[in-house]
């Protein structure tokens, strides 16, 4: 499985931005999460979702701001970001991995197998 996220890039605050992540090589059910990491702290999650696109979860810091979606025929999960701040400044992860259910997310780093590159998103005050 490869997953390859893009979207990321340099914006000032209050603006949005669309992050992808294309999945390949997947077989099956799969759940997806999207999670960040700034310099010098640990990676922490962001959002989640199931195979069937009908449950999520959201971190505090971006519930109400960040939508996560998916469209399983294109293998893609989508992370709408909106009202952007400085504290959102990090690289972007995507990960996934397969589940027995389709209604089963994730939130932990340690629950997925597989993880893509990063984009970086850099949010200037």
């Known amino acids: 499985v490869q997953l390859q996220a893009s979207g990321g890039g340099l914006v000032q605050a209050g603006d949005s931005l669309r992050l992808s992540c294309a999945a390949s090589?997947?077989?099956?059910?799969?759940?997806l999460g999207w999670f960040r990491q700034a310099p010098g702290k640990e990676r922490e999650f962001v959002a989640a979702?199931?195979?069937?696109?009908?449950?999520?979860m959201y971190a505090d810091s971006v519930k109400g701001r960040f939508t996560i979606s998916r469209d399983n025929a294109k293998n893609t999960v989508y992370l709408q970001m909106n009202s952007l701040n400085a504290e959102d400044t990090a690289e972007y992860y995507c990960?996934?991995?397969?589940?027995?259910?389709?209604?089963?997310?994730?939130?932990?780093?340690?629950?997925?197998?597989?993880w893509g590159p990063g984009t970086q998103v850099t949010v200037s005050s």
């Open positions: 979702i199931a195979w069937s696109g009908e449950r999520t």
């Open positions: 990960a996934s991995r397969p589940t027995a259910g389709s209604n089963t997310y994730y939130t932990r780093t340690k629950e997925y197998t597989y």
């Open positions: 090589g997947t077989f099956g059910t799969y759940a």
